[in-house]
């Protein structure tokens, strides 16, 4: 059993609300839910909807097709009609958005008294509250839905929440962010909370400031953290060399979006994989890690700062909007890995310097600090091993493989369900791991799946000197996710 509803209308009416209200409800009630946001880069006016599907059973994914089509306004139903399956239902009118909740919910079948508890936690309760009454007393379908077989406690985070539950609990001092969609979200997730967690949110007035700001709080001994996506990340990459050469621990939440240039601002791509690994200027490591769900995003947040600190080093926890975005359902709890700060008060150089922290020109010094960076990267690259670089799913010993890494996850195993194929998802890109090429050499067929037009591939190639071929690039560069039904389409196409 599996149900798709789209809350579509105009920026300000209220799509995210009902999206939000239904969600965490459905979830108490045992079902699994996933939910994404497609919204434009406007204050009010405009379309912006919200996909929500949930299920008896785990699901990380939209699809294609909706089962119910709530119109906050006339362009939603023209925009989305033909989306909607045969047998779907259209709730329009000029109501309320709470006049749909209450419709919805007696379509459902589920408890009114739910929805009025959720309401008491809003602004507006006895307007809401009258509005819903209304819609639930109005409608007149109702859907058999099935009840959910496992009823355990379940999580409903988007990945901006987790990343905060990971930085506050890996023990954050200060985080520093301009204004940036898509990392925008963590800014407004660890700002309320800093007061109860005993951190530091502070919001500068351009991304050199940002940066700056903490790459100066951290050589005084605090776990420093910035949010940003690419063009914000571009301007700080000079003091994220800064950073390398002094040894100052810091990590950098890299929130991609569609680019070159502003891009489009509000939708989702993962573009920015080779700007997280090259990034800055000289030779130094990189740590990249990029998670695909929730889940990951807290686990690895905290494994960014365990690096971060035992190495000094500076690192990236690479993210897009999907994932910051969109709600996931978990009964799993992450694993926080535990770090210790490591700096000790002394004076800090963008210079090559001696032992003494005093800038130098001479050969025999800079010839060993260049080699003692050399010895870091072999040693986190051997430390890495000791934790989950890649993940495997699907049929383990399926010839086909499908490679991605990042917010396809969820696409990916919702498409191979009924597939013989084995999905490698990717959470450490640099380092990289080197079983992925045994895995990898293993397959019959190879098939990426990427949100750009095939970064990793060069990655892989790089890496294993395997080649995949452009007919096996399943690739999408429209600014917006990948659907399940249609991915798994593409991957049949790609298996014939």
């Not at 097709?65 to 139903?77: A, Q, R, V, Y």
């Not at 739910?114 to 009454?133: G, M, Q, R, V, W």
Request: charged share 30%.
């Amino acid at each position: 059993m599996k149900y798709s509803v789209l809350f579509g209308g105009k920026a300000g009416q209220g799509p995210n609300i009902l999206s939000q209200l239904t969600g965490e409800i459905l979830v108490e009630k045992g079902y699994y839910v996933f939910y994404s946001r497609d919204y434009q880069s406007l204050i009010r006016g405009g379309h912006n909807f919200n996909v929500l599907t949930f299920s008896d059973e785990p699901v990380l994914s939209n699809e294609s097709k909706i089962d119910i089509l709530i119109c906050l306004d006339e362009n939603t139903e023209k925009m989305h009609k033909n989306e909607l399956k045969k047998t779907g239902l259209v709730l329009k009118g000029t109501e309320d958005n709470m006049y749909f909740a209450g419709r919805l919910f007696k379509i459902l079948g589920l408890d009114f008294k739910l929805l009025e508890e959720k309401l008491k936690k809003l602004k507006n309760f006895d307007e809401n509250l009258k509005h819903a009454k209304k819609g639930h007393e109005t409608e007149k379908n109702k859907i058999e839905i099935v009840k959910p077989k496992n009823n355990s406690k379940k999580s409903f985070r988007n990945g901006s929440q987790a990343i905060a539950d990971g930085s506050i609990k890996s023990g954050l001092d200060i985080y520093c962010a301009y204004p940036m969609t898509p990392a925008t979200p963590l800014l407004f997730e660890l700002a309320p909370r800093q007061f109860d967690n005993n951190f530091l949110t502070l919001e500068l007035e351009n991304e050199i400031s940002v940066i700056g700001s903490a790459v100066g709080a951290a050589a005084t001994g605090a776990k420093a953290m910035v949010g940003t996506s690419g063009g914000g990340f571009d301007l700080m990459t000079e003091f994220f060399s800064m950073s390398a050469i002094a040894e100052i621990p810091i990590v950098v939440y890299l929130s991609s979006r569609p680019g070159p240039g502003t891009g489009v601002a509000t939708y989702t791509g993962q573009g920015d994989l080779n700007l997280a690994r090259h990034c800055g200027h000289g030779e130094f490591f990189r740590l990249v890690l990029a998670p695909g769900d929730s889940i990951e995003s807290e686990e690895l947040t905290s494994q960014c700062f365990y690096f971060s600190q035992k190495y000094k080093i500076p690192a990236i926890l690479l993210g897009d909007k999907h994932l910051g975005e969109s709600f996931y359902t978990s009964e799993a709890n992450a694993k926080i890995t535990k770090s210790e700060k490591t700096i000790s008060l002394k004076k800090f150089n963008s210079y090559e310097t001696d032992e003494n922290g005093i800038g130098t020109e001479n050969a025999e010094i800079i010839k060993k600090n260049v080699e003692r960076r050399l010895k870091k990267t072999k040693e986190i690259e051997k430390e890495a091993e000791k934790f989950e670089m890649f993940k495997v799913y699907g049929k383990k010993d399926s010839k086909n493989i499908i490679v991605s890494w990042g917010s396809t996850k969820g696409a990916i195993i919702d498409a191979i369900k009924d597939l013989d194929c084995k999905f490698i998802q990717i959470l450490y890109i640099e380092p990289f791991s080197e079983k992925i090429k045994i895995e990898l050499a293993k397959a019959k067929n190879i098939i990426l799946v990427e949100n750009n037009t095939g970064t990793l591939a060069d990655l892989i190639g790089e890496k294993t000197c395997i080649r995949i071929e452009d007919k096996n690039k399943i690739l999408r560069y429209d600014g917006r996710p990948f659907l399940c039904d249609e991915l798994n389409e593409e991957i049949k196409g790609r298996l014939r």
